[in-house]
């Protein structure tokens, strides 16, 4: 068995990968967190349902789930990073807002044990 050194520690989060559907200055603000998917399609998994919350006055921000995930994580380790992304923070280092929580979190399979799970807190 051969083993190797440890990579270099990463001490913050990686970007999520995200799209953006309807209008940056809409009243409201959907989140949408991905089932797994063999690639990543930039949000168009959910443009066939995302017409009633476009039209309802919600932007809507489409994230790849899997784009948060380290080597080694469960299920915990996951959904904390979601938790700390997508929390408001003062000074905008983080979250889609700075200032307020998403109007409406949305998952599917992975994406929505990881909304059940943050339902939680």
């Known amino acids: 068995m051969t083993s190797y050194p440890p990579g270099p520690a990463l001490t913050a989060a990686p970007a999520p990968a995200l799209a953006v559907l309807g209008d940056a200055d809409a009243p409201r603000h959907a989140v949408v967190l991905a089932p797994v998917l ?13 017409e009633p ?31 700390r992304h997508l929390a408001p923070h003062a000074d905008g280092a983080h979250g889609p807002s700075p200032t307020v929580a998403p109007d409406l979190l949305v998952g599917n399979a992975l994406g929505g044990a990881v909304v059940q799970a943050l339902l939680t807190h």
């Open 38 to 50: 063999p690639r990543w399609d930039h949000g168009s998994f959910f443009h066939q349902v995302a």
């Open 53 to 83: 919350l476009l039209t309802s006055g919600h932007r809507i921000t489409v994230y790849d789930t899997l784009s948060l995930l380290r080597d080694g994580d469960d299920l915990k380790a996951l959904v904390g990073r979601w938790g």
